[in-house]
């Protein structure tokens, strides 16, 4: 995505990553973390607020921080380091809530031909199947792997 990012930490295996959002709320860690699915090569995208309590991603939390292009720009950048480090995967990422998801497809449809470019993009439609993204579509997830994986 061409619009501005955080810089962002990651760990050894490029699995997890952490960056902060700063905006009219604040300074607030979020998180992204990729996890096995059980399905080989399958990977679920997880993303949110970092909970100090929990020491774990809430995916529930509304910021408001007034960055979110550039909060969604940063995670679809970690989603290039992850592929790179994971050539085969697939990751599949849906939203906690569907306005959420409604987010991620609108960020998906606006940056389209450049996603093109490097990723095949699947969305999973009403009729619970997985179909070629298409714009103007509803989704209840979507699936991106590189281009030379399918």
């Not at 949110?48 to 969604?72: R, W």
Request: charged letters at 25%.
């Amino acid at each position: 995505m061409k619009h501005p990012k955080y810089l962002y930490c990651s760990s050894t295996d490029m699995f997890h990553y952490e960056f902060i959002s700063e905006g009219s709320k604040g300074r607030i860690k979020k998180m992204v973390e990729y996890t096995e699915t059980g399905t080989e090569n399958v990977y679920n995208l997880g993303f949110g607020d970092y909970n100090e309590v929990t020491q774990d991603i809430d995916d529930l939390s509304v910021t408001n921080n007034g960055d979110s292009l550039k909060v969604l720009a940063t995670v679809a950048s970690t989603l290039f380091t992850f592929i790179e480090n994971n050539p085969n995967a697939w990751v599949v990422a849906t939203g906690s809530t569907s306005v959420r998801t409604r987010l991620y497809r609108m960020g998906i449809t606006n940056n389209l031909p450049e996603i093109l470019e490097f990723f095949a993009v699947f969305g999973y439609n009403i009729n619970q199947d997985w179909e070629e993204f298409v714009i103007g579509e509803d989704y209840e997830a979507f699936l991106i792997t590189k281009k030379e994986n399918i």
